[in-house]
């Protein structure tokens, strides 16, 4: 549904998006992350038609956006940081208007009465948009991005600036919209893509860094060599134990989580698996083991990871 080839961005001498490749298939939920500055809203903004690249190519449903735009923005519904609203008309003459800015040719009344059924406004419908909580006007700003069914829908930062209840009532109905949507979501709450989303893309400093889903990437970057266990017995014959089995180089305790057991982390080498090892030796000294999980990485972890200071170029 959504092909990015080999785009870049220049201003001057700085490359604000450099050479980067993804796609989106069509009913997929992508989550689009990045620090400020990494180049999010530059690759949006030139998915949307709003900028042009410098170099490469973007295709929604087949359609260039830079050589056809016209028909490539039939295919998008956008939703920036700040909903596009005019506070002083009512959301019915605001999706009125939407509907023919867009030339849009479906049933009109019809139409619009099923968006906002969908996004639940129809209790605001006809009130002023400059009267509305601030959750009511990002599910208008979510209502005019569906004016025209669009195939596609963007969304950046969805949820920035709504209470918890918002937050979550937004996040429903964008998982609802990815049954009949290819959705794009610009995100800084990494919970938040976690939840919603079904594949996430990196990008920092212009470069995209990982493309996966979460599982994926947690499996991709995290190791076997890293453990948290639970064991019965005292805690320094544990550490002992520990730090004395082949290929450990690092062992800490997190405290004791149970009656009379700890909570230890176990880092080998490298390509080196202890668990054989480790559970042989606990079994000679007498010592239950009561839990063993691989450390793998949350979406935070693999965020920082991919776009920490000292992450290699």
Not at 36 to 51: D, H, S
Not at 173 to 183: D, E, F, P
């Amino acid at each position: 549904m959504i092909e990015v080839q080999s785009l870049s961005k220049r201003y001057g001498s700085n490359k604000a998006v450099d050479n980067i490749s993804f796609t989106v298939n069509d009913g997929e939920i992508l989550g689009f992350l990045g620090p400020n500055g990494a180049g999010k809203t530059t690759t949006m903004n030139i998915l949307t038609g709003y900028l042009s690249s410098s170099s490469g190519n973007a295709k929604i449903n087949g359609i260039d956006v830079l050589e056809d735009p016209i028909r490539a923005k039939k295919e998008i519904g956008y939703l920036p940081e700040q909903p596009p609203l005019y506070p002083d008309m009512t959301v019915k003459e605001y999706l009125s208007f939407i509907y023919d800015l867009k030339k849009c040719t479906l049933p009109k009344d019809s139409h619009l009465a099923e968006i906002c059924s969908l996004v639940k406004i129809e209790n605001v419908y006809t009130r002023l948009i400059k009267n509305l909580s601030k959750g009511y006007k990002q599910r208008v700003g979510l209502a005019q991005a569906l004016v025209g069914n669009p195939r596609v829908l963007i969304l950046d930062e969805p949820t920035v600036g709504l209470d918890p209840k918002q937050i979550i009532e937004i996040r429903t109905l964008i998982k609802s919209l990815g049954k009949n949507h290819t959705v794009i979501l610009s995100s800084h709450i990494l919970p938040e893509v976690s939840a919603v989303c079904d594949r996430i893309v990196v990008i920092n400093k212009g470069k995209l860094v990982a493309d996966g889903n979460p599982e994926e990437l947690s499996k991709t970057l995290s190791a076997d060599h890293r453990l948290t266990v639970r064991i019965e017995g005292n805690e320094r014959n544990i550490y002992s134990l520990l730090t004395s089995i082949p290929n450990v180089n690092a062992v800490r305790c997190l405290g004791e989580k149970e009656a009379g057991a700890f909570d230890f982390t176990v880092e080998a080498d490298e390509g080196k698996d202890i668990r054989r090892e480790l559970f042989k030796r606990l079994s000679e000294r007498g010592m239950p083991l009561l839990y063993s999980k691989s450390m793998e990485m949350s979406l935070e972890d693999i965020f920082l990871n991919l776009t920490g200071e000292g992450q290699a170029e």
